[in-house]
């Protein structure tokens, strides 16, 4: 059976919550209040709390359940499997775009993506521990999806990159 | 995959949660065991199946579709 082994203990997950609301309330008091102290300063501290918002719904993402039985790693292993790969394919498309039709590429856009698939999985993994979908407990016979999707986008990266340096003349 | 754990819990009284302490998993485990929607690894089966003083094959039983 596969399971994915967490290194953090349970009493992360609540300093993790604490710090992710935080730094979500600062995020928008940031964006309602929109003034500049300094050039550059609104970025800086735009990005550190983006990084501080991450940081803590990693620290949920990574930290053990009360009951952390073969259940729980069994639910958590099939929705990180699905959110990686969510991420990676999401990154991939907005690289594609910022590329081919010329969209001004944003770091933020990034931070987004990656916001969103830690939050999505916080809401499909308490509904999944309530619900147990069947699927996810589903012993898949060795099919390698996983690894023909991050296959091709490890194959698009490169394509894309050559095509930037082919492009832009890097 | 069958399985007889409400008839043996029955026969204890003890409820799904008294079980899963014993068992030291969660009450929503021992849940969806029972209601066959998860198939639990050999060491909960085992564990069960010495909880009730029975052998495995009595818990769990093969179906055709197995």
């Given at each position: 059976m596969k399971r994915f082994v967490l290194f953090m203990d349970n009493k992360f997950n609540i300093p993790g919550l604490i710090v992710s609301v935080i730094a979500f309330v600062i995020l928008i008091i940031l964006h309602r209040l929109n003034y500049e102290y300094e050039a550059g300063w609104r970025d800086r501290i735009l990005i550190t709390n983006h990084v501080i918002l991450i940081l803590?719904?990693?620290?949920?993402?990574?930290?053990?359940e009360i009951?952390?039985?073969e259940r729980v790693q069994r639910i958590r292993y099939g929705l990180l499997k699905v959110c990686y790969s969510l991420t990676i394919c999401f990154i991939m498309a907005y690289l594609g775009i910022s590329t081919l039709d010329r969209v001004e590429f944003s770091i933020y856009i990034i931070l987004y993506i990656i916001e969103f698939v830690l939050i999505l999985y916080q809401v499909l993994f308490r509904i999944f521990l309530l619900v147990n979908p069947s699927w996810i407990f589903k012993e898949s016979k060795r099919s390698?999806?996983?690894?023909y999707l991050l296959f091709s986008c490890l194959l698009f990266m490169i394509g894309w990159l050559i095509y930037?340096?082919?492009q832009y003349k890097i | 995959m069958q399985n007889t754990i409400k008839i043996e819990?029955?026969?204890?009284n003890i409820t799904q949660s008294e079980l899963a302490k014993v068992l030291n998993v969660s009450r929503l485990t021992?849940?969806?065991i029972e209601v066959r929607k998860f198939n639990p690894s050999v060491i909960i089966a085992l564990k069960m199946a010495r909880y009730f003083n029975i052998a495995v094959e009595e818990l769990f039983m093969l179906e055709e579709t197995d």
């Open positions: 803590g719904l990693l620290s949920i993402m990574l930290s053990k009951y952390d039985d390698n999806s996983s690894f930037v340096v082919i | 819990r029955a026969k204890k021992v849940h969806s």
